[in-house]
């Protein structure tokens, strides 16, 4: 019977063991200290906002790899075997005709169509990536905010609660001398306001502080308001000199929102050029071998040549194709200058 309930017990406390780390949250910063390069990790990790622009980064650079389809030949495989009725069959009315072939396609020249859309790509991509070093940076300084508002928060939450305790012991105070004759009634009354107002204003500080945990850990990709003891990073005893045109001009090279739109306007250019390349004709090169006849063995044959294709006039697609595009870039440059003037006015801000 002892071993019975000792087995019993052992199964208790092992599928609470199970539950507990069942339900333990993945990544979870470590709770003797989080500092905030610990706290920018975890937001590169888990933010679902950087993860979907990495996702995107993977889109691009498998649009890429489409565009670089055309330089490779084509091989298609065809079978059929068909049953055609006629009354111009002599010995009969159906026609059995069997067919095997092997195609193989390669297109010559073009004239630079494969080589813009293979470029138009390469931008997309690297817009792609500046977009998600934008989305990345943009993360790392959501999380460092919110950790030095955390950290600002926890210690007005420290102060406060100092602050009840001083007013705590100043009523006590106030009482003790109303007792002893020694103070009027209206000071103990005004102890016991300063106490409630105390006590209101630690009640503010610590729903403002749970706030800031929820905040925290959304910032990190971490749905829920788990605290942390945070740990400040040294502060610096030196500081470089800052000529604000140079810092300007390093942000121009540098901020990736602008490089994106570089990179998109880029692309879209090379797309514009593409459309203006559908006016030169394309010329491939074509070698197919099969079999085909009525019966059994099939009779081999095989073809070769080249194939030229002009596009004399499709409805003036390419004509307003380009000039969609021209416009999309002419756009972007406008959104380019405007993201300028916003980093202009953040680094000279700063």
Not at 49 to 73: I, N, T
Not at 181 to 198: C, F, H, I, P
Not at 232 to 239: G, H
Request: proline share 4%.
């Amino acid at each position: 019977m002892a071993s019975l309930r000792i087995q019993l017990l052992c199964l208790l406390l092992g599928c609470l063991t199970n539950l507990s780390l069942a339900q333990a949250p993945v990544g979870q910063p470590p709770l003797a200290g989080l500092n905030v390069e610990q706290a920018a990790k975890v937001a590169i990790e888990h933010n679902p906002r950087y993860l979907s622009a990495l996702k995107l980064v993977e889109a691009a650079q498998a649009q890429l790899g489409q565009a670089y389809a055309p330089y490779y030949p084509t091989l298609d495989l065809s079978l059929s075997d068909t049953h055609t009725s006629t009354e111009s069959v002599a010995d009969g009315n159906t026609l059995h005709v069997a067919a095997g072939a092997l195609n193989l396609n390669y297109t010559i020249l073009d004239f630079g169509r494969r080589h813009l859309a293979m470029q138009s790509m390469e931008a997309s991509l690297e817009a792609a990536r500046q977009g998600a070093e934008t989305t990345r940076q943009d993360v790392i300084l959501q999380v460092r905010q919110q950790f030095y508002q955390t950290h600002a928060d926890q210690e007005t939450l420290r102060i406060q609660k100092e602050q009840v305790r001083n007013q705590e012991h100043h009523l006590n105070q106030a009482q003790g001398y109303y007792k002893a004759g020694l103070q009027a009634r209206n000071e103990v009354t005004k102890a016991a306001s300063d106490l409630a107002n105390a006590e209101l204003t630690l009640v503010q500080a610590k729903n403002t502080l749970q706030l800031d945990w929820v905040s925290l850990n959304v910032a990190m990709g971490l749905p829920r308001d788990t605290a942390y003891n945070l740990r400040l990073p040294p502060v610096e005893e030196t500081f470089l000199e800052v000529v604000p045109q140079q810092a300007v001009e390093l942000a121009y090279r540098s901020r990736p929102e602008a490089l994106q739109f570089k990179d998109q306007i880029d692309s879209t250019l090379y797309q514009m050029e593409t459309h203006y390349a559908n006016r030169y004709p394309n010329i491939s090169a074509t070698f197919g071998t099969g079999v085909q006849g009525p019966g059994l063995p099939l009779p081999w044959a095989w073809n070769a040549g080249f194939v030229l294709n002009l596009n004399l006039f499709n409805g003036f697609l390419d004509r307003y194709g380009a000039d969609n595009l021209r416009a999309q870039a002419a756009s972007l440059a406008q959104q380019l200058e405007q993201t300028r003037k916003q980093i202009y006015k953040d680094v000279m801000s700063a």
